[in-house]
């Protein structure tokens, strides 16, 4: 079919005959001959025209501007098509193709091509997009999940959505559904500062380290070592529960004083008893400090009640022992330092392997070997002592 001649162009004669055909067509619907058909469509565009505030003549080249635009945009359209189409019967993976994005509805293959994908790990990483947290992964990773045999199984299930994967190329298919359906997206890392008139010196916010702020790139490629990042979060039954319950905990709360006057009383000593309970660890508190700045001076280094009650340890832990001397920062590093190295020699023993002990010089028995042992082999036998000798464990 042969579509509108573009502006300052004369229609061919087969044009001319095709649209004297179609007019008779139109007119002979509504019952009227072509002339009066004509003279009725005449009378209607001076009325668009004399609307839009343009001459007939100026009307008339702007209706044939925007179909001639119209039909240019049907034929690329018609051209990527056909190219889409060829590059499927070739059978060839289609590796870094560009996918155009038409916003809609999603299709139902690509929402099971994203569930069972969100499943699998695909070693995602949060990135940062347009000032939120989402998950971001490779497309390599996705490629791959896509040719294993589970996902093989998955789609040869009965009533199964999942598009069937055999190549490279069906894989790259597959993976297509997502970015045409706005289910996940291409993106690249980029400067969230970038285009701010920030000064030199001045100091930007820390950032977290592994942590990319993306953008959404035009081009929707797909290449293994492209990174895509997730906008389907999956089913939301969790957060709407959630929802549901703060709102039922938040209206049980403003309706407290249509409560039943048991439980208004119940709850007055349950909050009784919880302030009790507050109070009583501030008292605690302020006790121990007294006790310590007392303490301190009578009996120094001074003496803690509870001394791990603000320690980062268990709720049970805070309260044992009891009671405790102070400590120094150094004796808590050597403490430490101690209790490090006896794990490291308990799992020594535990693996059988052999320890080095060093014999620590002793006057005692370098004098005595001095004496039991002849003039030249006592210097001999003393040093030997000093070195360090090693005892095989035997294993259990």
């Not at 635009?69 to 190219?83: L, P, R, W």
């Not at 070693?123 to 990773?141: A, E, H, S, W, Y």
């Not at 291409?186 to 001045?202: C, F, I, L, T, Y």
């Not at 006896?342 to 052999?354: L, R």
Request: proline letters at 8%; charged letters at 20%.
């Amino acid at each position: 079919m042969s579509g509108p001649p573009p502006p300052g162009q004369q229609p061919t004669p087969q044009q001319m005959a095709a649209m004297q055909q179609q007019m008779a067509l139109e007119a002979q619907k509504r019952g009227m001959t072509p002339q009066q058909f004509q003279q009725m469509q005449r009378l209607q565009l001076e009325a668009d025209a004399k609307k839009a505030g343009l001459t007939f003549e100026q009307y008339i080249n702007k209706l044939k501007t925007q179909a001639f635009e119209t039909h240019q945009k049907q034929q690329q359209m018609a051209q990527q098509q056909a190219a889409a189409g060829g590059a499927q019967q070739s059978g060839q993976p289609q590796q870094g193709q560009q996918v155009p994005i038409n916003p809609g509805a999603p299709d139902p293959k690509g929402i099971a091509v994203a569930k069972w994908l969100r499943n699998q790990d695909l070693k995602t990483r949060t990135c940062i997009l347009n000032g939120q947290r989402k998950d971001m992964f490779r497309v390599k990773r996705a490629l791959r999940a896509l040719q294993s045999p589970s996902y093989a199984k998955a789609s040869s299930a009965k009533n199964s959505l999942l598009p069937p994967v055999n190549s490279s190329a069906t894989a790259s298919e597959a993976f297509k559904l997502l970015p045409l359906s706005l289910l996940a997206l291409r993106v690249s890392k980029s400067d969230p500062h970038e285009g701010h008139a920030h000064a030199a010196n001045s100091k930007s916010p820390k950032r977290t380290k592994g942590l990319w702020t993306v953008k959404v790139e035009q081009q929707q490629d797909i290449s293994p070592d492209l990174h895509y990042v997730w906008l389907y979060d999956g089913p939301q039954w969790k957060t709407k529960l959630y929802a549901g319950g703060a709102l039922a905990v938040i209206m049980a709360v403003v309706m407290f004083p249509l409560w039943p006057i048991k439980l208004r009383i119940g709850v007055w000593y349950l909050s009784m008893g919880l302030l009790s309970l507050i109070g009583l660890f501030f008292a605690m508190a302020i006790f121990r400090l007294i006790l310590f700045g007392i303490t301190v001076f009578v009996v120094p280094p001074g003496l803690w009640l509870y001394p791990n009650l603000f320690e980062d340890v268990g709720f049970f832990d805070s309260f044992r022992p009891v009671w405790g001397w102070q400590e120094d920062k150094g004796a808590k590093k050597k403490n430490a330092k101690a209790g490090k190295d006896g794990k490291k020699s308990k799992k020594g023993v535990d693996e059988g392997i052999p320890t080095v002990t060093a014999a620590a010089p002793s006057t005692t028995a370098s004098s005595t070997a001095t004496k039991n042992s002849p003039n030249g082999n006592a210097a001999s036998t003393s040093k030997r002592k000093l070195t360090p000798r090693v005892e095989e464990v035997d294993e259990d």
